[in-house]
C-alpha cells in the first residue's frame, strides 16, 4: 500500500458523491485502517476566519485575514481543523502530515493564529472527509480520484474555485479532456 499522507486527491468527473465534485482534498493521515483528508477548495458560505474566532469567543490581537473557513468535509462538522506552516507546533496535538506542513486541531492553534505568533500561513476547515479500511483503495481503483504532490497555492491560497483546475494543471491534465466515466486499459 502507497502511503498517500501529504498528497492531494483530486475528484474526477463523475465520481458519484455530490459532495465531492471537484473536490482537492489534502491527506492528512493514511494507513491500513484509515484515510483522513480535508477538502481545500469549498468554502463556507458568510462565514469567514475573524467571524468564526469570534463566535467561538477567541480574542483576536492581530487582524486576521477575511479567509472563508472551508467545508473540510462530511464527518465532525462540528470540529475544526487547521492545516498550518511548520513553524507552530503542539506537543500531542499537532501531526506533521509533511516535512513543510502540519495540522493541529485544538483551540490552541487558533489562539496562536489570533497572536502575532505562529503559524504563518494556515487554512482553518470545519470537518473532515474520512475512509474507512480498503475504502479509498477502492475508490483509486475505481478511478474516482488522482493523486498529485501537494502544493503551498492550493493549501494555503484563497482561490478556491480554481484549485481543481490548478491540481489538474500541475499534473499536467486538461479538465476539459476528463470525461464523466473513467475507464481502465
Known amino acids: 500500500m502507497q502511503d498517500l499522507t501529504g498528497k492531494l486527491l ?3 468527473p463523475g465520481i458519484g458523491d455530490p459532495r465531492f465534485n471537484r473536490s482537492v482534498i489534502l491527506v492528512c493521515a493514511h494507513s491500513e ?3 483522513m483528508g480535508l477538502v481545500l477548495n469549498n468554502p463556507i458560505d458568510d462565514l469567514t476566519l475573524p467571524e468564526l474566532f469570534t463566535q467561538l ?4 490581537n492581530i487582524q486576521l485575514p477575511e479567509t472563508y473557513v472551508l467545508n ?3 464527518v ?3 470540529r475544526g481543523f487547521v492545516v498550518h506552516s511548520t513553524d507552530y507546533f503542539s506537543d500531542g496535538a499537532t501531526v506533521e502530515v509533511d ?3 502540519s495540522m493541529t486541531a485544538t483551540r490552541d492553534v487558533l489562539r496562536a493564529m489570533a497572536t ?3 503559524p504563518l500561513q494556515a487554512t482553518m476547515t470545519l470537518g473532515y472527509a474520512g475512509w474507512g479500511p480498503g475504502q479509498l483503495e477502492h475508490e483509486l481503483s475505481e478511478h474516482a480520484w488522482l493523486v498529485s504532490d501537494p502544493h503551498e497555492d492550493i493549501i494555503f491560497g484563497s482561490a478556491h474555485s480554481k484549485k481543481w483546475e490548478q491540481t489538474l494543471g500541475m499534473i499536467g491534465i486538461d479538465p476539459a479532456h476528463l470525461h464523466m466515466t ?3 486499459a
Open 116 to 118: 502575532e505568533g505562529a
Open 33 to 35: 485502517d484509515y484515510t
Open 99 to 101: 516535512e513543510d506542513f
Open 57 to 60: 469567543g477567541i480574542e483576536q
Open 182 to 184: 473513467g475507464g481502465s
Open 76 to 78: 465532525g462538522t462540528d
Open 10 to 12: 483530486v475528484a474526477m
Open 72 to 74: 473540510g468535509g462530511p
